[in-house]
């Protein structure tokens, strides 16, 4: 089944304990993105990756970090998580960066 | 700046009474208009992608249509299994699309 998966879906942590977020995907596509979503501002994109070693700042990168070293996986790291960071995560793919984004089941972050 | 707005914030409706949802928006270069579906808790559906105007779309109930300035996403003879919130998504020149804040559709049987 073509999907795009996410781990953990419930986090409750503490402001300053590093934390990574999965995400994978088996659809074999180029282009890989993370999103916020908190009430009233909608979905806004973290960073995106066009490919293999190539990422790049969304709207919203500052306090993130990622990395693409394989074509299926794209974590997102909270180095140093704050509670402004308390948001739904969503993870998505798509096969070019024009195309349709098929997004994972999300991730509720809770920072204390 | 691209920007897209939805109207309205929210919608409730009858089961069968037909109605329509906006998205209009400004982007330099569009390279795609995205209608999604999202459930309580879920991530977004995919429901139909739009490219130029004057294209439409149709899938079961819902038909999308497309003009130079905005969308609408027109539901007919709604069912309560259509109640969620839809999102309304554009990508320009850029490679970060925008998004709008949605319509929560609330369908009573």
């Known amino acids: 089944e073509a999907q795009v998966t996410q781990n953990p879906r419930y986090l409750i942590t503490v402001t300053g304990k590093k934390l990574t977020v999965t995400c994978s995907q088996n659809?074999?596509?180029?282009?890989m993105s993370w999103y916020r979503q908190d009430p009233g501002l909608g979905l806004r994109q973290i960073y995106y990756s066009m490919n293999v070693e190539v990422t790049d700042k969304g709207d919203v990168p500052e306090g993130y970090k990622v990395s693409r070293k394989e074509k299926r996986n794209f974590p997102l790291i909270l180095e140093s998580p704050s509670p402004n960071q308390t948001s739904l995560y969503f993870c998505?793919?798509?096969?070019?960066?024009?195309?349709?984004?098929?997004f994972g089941p999300g991730t509720r972050l809770t920072v204390l | 700046e691209d920007q897209v707005t939805q109207s309205p914030e929210a919608l409730r409706l009858q089961e069968g009474e037909s109605s329509s949802l906006n998205c209009s928006y400004t982007?330099?270069?569009?390279?795609?208009l995205f209608w999604y579906r999202q459930d309580p808790g879920k991530g977004p559906e995919f429901l139909f992608t739009l490219y130029s105007a004057g294209e439409e779309k149709e899938k079961e109930r819902l038909k999308a249509t497309l003009t130079k300035k905005e969308s609408f996403l027109h539901i007919t003879a709604p069912k309560p299994e259509d109640s969620a919130t839809y999102l309304c998504?554009?990508?320009?020149?850029?490679?970060?699309?925008?998004f709008g804040r949605g319509t929560s559709l609330i369908v009573h049987p």
């Open positions: 982007v330099s270069g569009l390279r795609g």
């Open positions: 659809m074999n596509h180029e282009y």
């Open positions: 998504a554009v990508r320009g020149g850029s490679y970060i699309p925008t």
């Open positions: 998505a793919s798509s096969l070019t960066s024009g195309d349709t984004q098929y």
